[in-house]
């Protein structure tokens, strides 16, 4: 038997927001999103449509149309939106390409607030 392990390369993401926890949390909700994702203080939402799977074994590249996120300091198991909807929140921390993710979205987090402070100038 062949054993091949052939990593994502690329990760592209279509759009970006930095929203309120309650936000990203009834955006998941009402989207039906199944699971939201925690790694190191940041709570994520990523919406990925199902040609993205198809995109990345044909490719090794994987597409988001759009990752939210915002800042959550302690990880929760369960997510309780209001009394009738829990979300699952599961800790990436130590996964390599959701590493990477929040390496991307904190620096052009970091990017987009040093153009701006260069506009207010």
């Known amino acids: 038997m062949d054993v091949k392990i052939a990593p994502t390369r690329k990760v592209t ?6 929203r309120s926890v309650s936000n ?8 039906g999103v199944n699971r939201l994702y925690w790694i190191d203080g940041y709570l ?3 919406e ?3 040609k993205s799977f198809e995109h990345e074994l044909e490719k090794q590249e994987f597409p988001i149309s759009q990752v939210c996120y915002a800042a959550f300091p302690k990880y929760e198991k369960i997510l309780e939106i209001d009394k009738s909807f ?3 929140l599961v800790n990436v921390s130590d996964m390599k390409i959701f590493q990477s993710i929040l ?3 904190l620096d052009k987090e970091k990017e987009n607030s040093s153009h701006s402070k ?3 100038a």
Request: charged fraction near 20%; glycine fraction near 4%; charge should be neutral.
């Open 13 to 18: 993401i279509l759009g970006l927001d930095k």
């Open 24 to 31: 990203v949390m009834f955006c998941a909700a009402t989207f």
């Open 44 to 46: 994520l939402c990523l």
């Open 48 to 50: 990925v449509y199902e």
């Open 86 to 88: 829990q979300i699952p």
């Open 103 to 105: 390496k991307a979205v």
């Open 118 to 120: 260069t506009k207010e």
